[in-house]
C-alpha cells in the first residue's frame, strides 16, 4: 500500500530528488493489540497510538498551541539579547558590541532593564507561534489537495516554501502591534517601561497606523526568515541522519532524537538570522522614529548599516529556533500527534516512469 497525498505531503524532505531517490514501501506492521506502527518523520519520536487523525481539528489545535508555547516562551526568555540587539541597530555609535551594549544598558537602567519589553514580546510571539505553526500545517493540506497526489511528491520543495510563507504572512500580522511596543519601549528609554503605558501614548500619537507600520518589513524579515526555518531543519535533519548519527532515526530513544531536532534548529537559526537580517534593522529603525518609511530608513542605513546588530542575532535566532523546534516536537509527542514517516514515490507515478512493471 501507497501513502496518501497528505501523508506524503507531511513525510516531505523539501530539497530530497523527487524522481530519483526511490524508497521501497513496505507495509505497516501490526501491533499486538491491532494497531498499526508509524515510523516517525520529524526528529523525535512518539508513543504507539495517535491521539488524533491528521489533519483534524483538534491536530490543529494542538499544533498552533505548540506554536504558542515554542515561539511566545523562546522569545522572552532572550529579551535582554533582543534589547542590546535593537539598541545596537538604532543607536550604534552608544552601544558599539553586544558586551558593551550589555554594560551600558545595566550602568543606566540597571539589571531590571534587560528585561524591558518582555509582556509585548511574550504575548505578540506567542501570536505569532500560533499562526506561524498552526496556519503551516493548515497550508500543507490546503495545497497538497490542490495539487494531487503526484504532484504533492514532484513539487513537496515549493509546496513546504509556499506553505511556510503563507502561514507567516498572517503570523506577522499578529505580531506587528506587540513588536511596534516592544521596539518602542527598548530603544527610547524614558517613553515607556510598560505594557499598559506604552499602547495608550503610541496610539494617542500616531494612531492606529502606529502599530501596523512595520507589517511590510516584518513580512521582509519574517517570511524569508520562516522560509529558510523550515527548509533547512528539514534538510539538516536529513544530513544529520545520513552522515553523523552513527545509527537509523528508528533506533535512535526519543532523547537522542531530540537532541538531533536541537543541534538541527540552531544550524537552521544561523541562516535565518542571515537572510533576514537586513529587514530586522530596517523594523527596529521604523519602529523608532515618528514619520518615517521602510524605504527611507533603508537608505539612510546603507548597505553596511543594515547589518549591524548581526551577531547578536545570530546567537539569538540560532537558539530561539533550536528551542523552538524542540519545543514544538516535544509538544507533539507529549499529545501523540501524527507523524508520518518521510515520503515514497506514488505507484501510479512508478508506472508512469516505468520504474516498475
Known amino acids: 500500500m501507497y501513502p496518501t497525498a497528505l501523508t506524503q505531503l507531511a513525510r516531505a524532505n523539501p530539497f530530497s530528488a523527487p524522481l530519483f531517490t526511490l524508497q521501497k514501501v513496505e507495509e505497516p506492521q501490526q501491533s499486538l493489540n491491532g494497531q498499526r506502527t508509524r515510523r516517525l518523520a520529524a526528529a523525535a519520536t512518539a508513543d504507539e497510538g495517535d ?3 491528521f489533519g483534524s481539528q483538534k491536530y490543529f489545535v494542538l499544533c498552533g498551541f505548540g506554536g504558542i508555547l515554542s515561539c511566545g516562551t523562546t522569545h522572552t526568555a532572550v529579551v535582554p539579547l533582543d534589547l542590546v540587539k535593537c539598541r545596537m541597530q538604532v543607536n550604534p555609535d552608544k552601544y558599539k558590541s553586544i558586551g558593551n551594549g550589555f554594560s551600558v544598558t545595566v550602568r543606566e537602567d540597571g539589571v531590571r532593564g534587560l528585561a524591558k519589553g518582555w509582556a509585548p514580546t511574550f504575548i505578540g510571539y506567542s501570536m505569532q507561534g500560533l499562526c506561524k505553526f498552526g ?5 500543507k493540506i490546503f495545497y497538497s489537495d490542490l495539487l494531487g497526489e503526484e504532484n504533492t511528491y514532484l513539487w513537496r520543495t515549493s509546496l513546504y516554501l509556499a506553505a511556510s ?3 507567516e504572512f498572517f503570523a506577522d500580522i499578529a505580531l506587528a502591534p506587540m513588536e511596534a511596543v516592544k521596539v518602542r519601549i527598548q530603544t527610547q528609554p524614558g517613553y515607556a517601561n510598560t505594557l499598559r503605558q506604552c499602547v495608550p501614548k503610541m496610539f494617542a500619537e500616531e494612531g492606529l497606523w502606529a502599530f501596523y507600520k512595520g507589517v511590510v518589513p516584518l513580512w521582509m524579515r519574517q517570511i524569508p526568515y520562516t522560509m529558510m526555518k523550515f527548509a533547512c531543519f528539514e534538510r539538516t535533519v536529513e544530513m544529520l541522519y545520513k552522515y553523523v548519527v552513527p545509527k537509523p532515526r528508528s533506533e535512535c530513544s526519543k532523547a537522542e532524537q531530540l ?4 543541534v538541527a534548529g540552531y544550524i537552521a537559526g544561523v541562516f ?3 537572510v533576514s537580517h537586513p529587514a530586522d534593522s530596517v523594523v527596529s529603525v521604523l519602529n523608532k522614529e515618528k514619520g518615517s518609511t521602510a524605504a527611507q530608513v533603508l537608505k539612510r542605513l546603507g548597505p553596511k548599516g543594515v547589518w549591524k546588530g548581526l551577531v547578536a542575532r545570530i546567537i539569538m535566532i540560532g537558539t530561539l529556533t533550536a528551542l523552538q523546534w524542540f519545543i514544538y516536537d516535544s509538544v507533539k509527542v507529549y499529545f501523540r500527534l501524527p507523524r508520518p514517516p518521510p515520503p515514497e514515490m506514488p505507484e501510479s507515478l512508478k508506472k508512469k516512469l516505468g520504474l516498475t512493471e
Not at 259 to 262: I, L, N, R, Y
Open 272 to 274: 535565518c538570522a542571515i
Open 51 to 53: 491521539s488524533c487523525e
Open 259 to 262: 537532541v538531533v531536532t536541537f
Open 135 to 139: 496556519f503551516y500545517e493548515v497550508f
Open 165 to 167: 510563507a503563507s502561514a
